[in-house]
């Protein structure tokens, strides 16, 4: 079993600065690829990025050059620094890896 738990959301005005943490359980952790995605109000859940067991990372074209994701595998943890951020932004914030999700923490970004 594995659990992940996001943390660090709030309120932030446009062309702020957020980080996002993802603290999971379990010895997985270690050797699997690490997802964030995101949901806004009334659309569907969106890939963000993605991080290998290595720190190789990806990113959806929308958050590039803003978001950038990275891991401390001592610490079981993921974070997801997010810069420049707009209110499109706004969403809640879910980290994932293979069937496991967290319970999402909510990103609102102000105009």
């Known amino acids: 079993q594995v659990q992940l738990v996001e943390s660090g959301g709030g309120l932030v005005q446009a062309g702020g600065s957020l980080r996002l943490s993802c603290v999971g359980s379990g010895s997985i952790f270690t050797i699997s690829a690490m997802g964030w995605y995101r949901q806004a109000p009334g659309k569907e859940r969106e890939f963000v990025g993605t991080?290998?067991?290595?720190?190789?990372?990806t990113y959806a074209d929308s958050v590039k050059g803003r978001f950038t994701i990275s891991r401390d595998n001592a610490k079981n943890t993921v974070y997801l620094q997010m810069n420049s951020l707009k209110p499109e932004d706004t969403a809640v914030y879910y980290c994932?890896?293979?069937?496991?999700w967290g319970q999402g923490t909510q990103v609102t970004v102000s105009s």
């Open positions: 994932n890896t293979g069937s496991y």
């Open positions: 991080i290998s067991w290595r720190g190789v990372t």
